[in-house]
C-alpha cells in the first residue's frame, strides 16, 4: 500500500540557510531541516517530497502536484510570502491542510514588510519564530489531524 505524502516546500533563497545571519536564522542548513522533518514523517508512517526553489512557477508545479490528494503540505514559502499571488491561488486549490511555517518571528522583524504573509490567508496554521523545530512542529499536526485528533481542541 502506497504511503500518503506530505510535501515540505521551500521558498526563495532557504538553500542559504546556515550561511547567512545565523543571530537570526540559527546556524542549521536546510539539510538539518529535512532531516528533522523526514524523521517526524517515518514516525507517522508518511511519505515525505522535500523541495526548496527560487522560481515561482516550480514551486506551483508542486502546490499542482500536492492538490491530488497529499496528506498535507509544510511551507516556508520565504519572499514569496510578500508577493507570490500566484502561489496564493494554488494553495487555495489544495483542499488538504497547509501550514506556513516562518524559522524567524516575522512580526516581530524590524522591516515592516516583512510581516504580513499573503500566504496566511490559504493557511491552515502558521508556526513563527520557533526556528527550524517550527517545521518538525508542522509535520508534527498534519499527521496529528490524520490521526483524527485535529480540530480546536489538540
Ligand atoms: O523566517 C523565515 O523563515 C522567512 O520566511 C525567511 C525568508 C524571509 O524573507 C521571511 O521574511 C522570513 C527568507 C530570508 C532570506 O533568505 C535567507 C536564507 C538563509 C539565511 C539568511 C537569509
Not at 516556508?76 to 501550514?99: E, H, Q, R, T, W
Request: aromatic share 6%; charged share 20%; hydrophobic share 45%.
Amino acid at each position: 500500500m502506497t504511503q500518503p505524502t506530505l510535501f515540505v516546500l521551500n521558498g526563495p533563497n532557504l538553500d542559504l540557510l546556515g550561511q547567512r545571519e545565523p543571530d537570526i536564522y540559527g546556524h542549521q542548513t536546510l539539510a538539518d531541516v529535512e532531516v528533522s522533518c523526514r524523521a517526524e514523517a517515518d514516525a507517522a508512517g508518511l511519505a515525505l517530497r522535500f523541495h526548496q526553489t527560487n522560481a515561482e512557477h516550480e514551486m506551483i508545479g508542486w502546490l499542482h502536484e500536492a492538490r491530488v490528494g497529499a496528506a498535507g503540505i509544510v511551507i516556508n514559502p520565504a519572499a514569496f510570502s510578500y508577493a507570490g499571488y500566484p502561489i496564493l491561488d494554488a494553495l487555495k486549490m489544495c483542499d488538504c491542510p497547509i501550514v506556513e511555517v516562518h524559522i524567524s518571528n516575522i512580526h516581530r522583524r524590524d522591516e515592516a514588510w516583512r510581516k504580513d504573509s499573503l500566504m496566511t490567508a490559504a493557511a491552515t496554521g502558521i508556526i513563527s519564530g520557533l526556528g527550524i523545530h517550527g517545521y518538525a512542529l508542522a509535520v508534527r499536526h498534519i499527521a496529528h489531524l490524520r490521526a483524527g485528533r485535529g480540530g480546536a481542541e489538540l
